[in-house]
């Protein structure tokens, strides 16, 4: 089964999501922005995950070469690229 992990993240802490091929929530927790608790999270799903789509507008880089280093496909979100962040 493919899935597919979406973060969010903020100044202190981040959401972080895993769906399934079906778009069911496997998985949703507001973590600390700290990268070994972020990794322990994602770590059940690590062999079946596509990758790890982050979305944030700066302070982005450890978490982006933290799970690079973890061996994740990571992908960072242009958020003005974004629909429903057009106009904002």
């Known amino acids: 089964m493919t899935l597919f992990c979406a973060i969010d993240l903020h100044s202190n802490n981040s959401v972080a999501v895993v769906l399934d091929e079906n778009d069911s929530v496997l998985y949703q927790e507001r973590l600390p922005n700290d990268l070994p608790t972020i990794e322990r999270a994602l770590q059940p799903f690590q062999n079946d995950l596509y990758g790890v789509a982050v979305e944030s507008t700066f302070n982005w880089y450890w978490l982006v070469d ?5 061996g994740h496909h990571v992908m960072l979100v242009n958020t003005h690229a974004v629909q429903q962040y057009k106009g904002l």
């Open 66 to 70: 933290g799970l690079q280093a973890a």
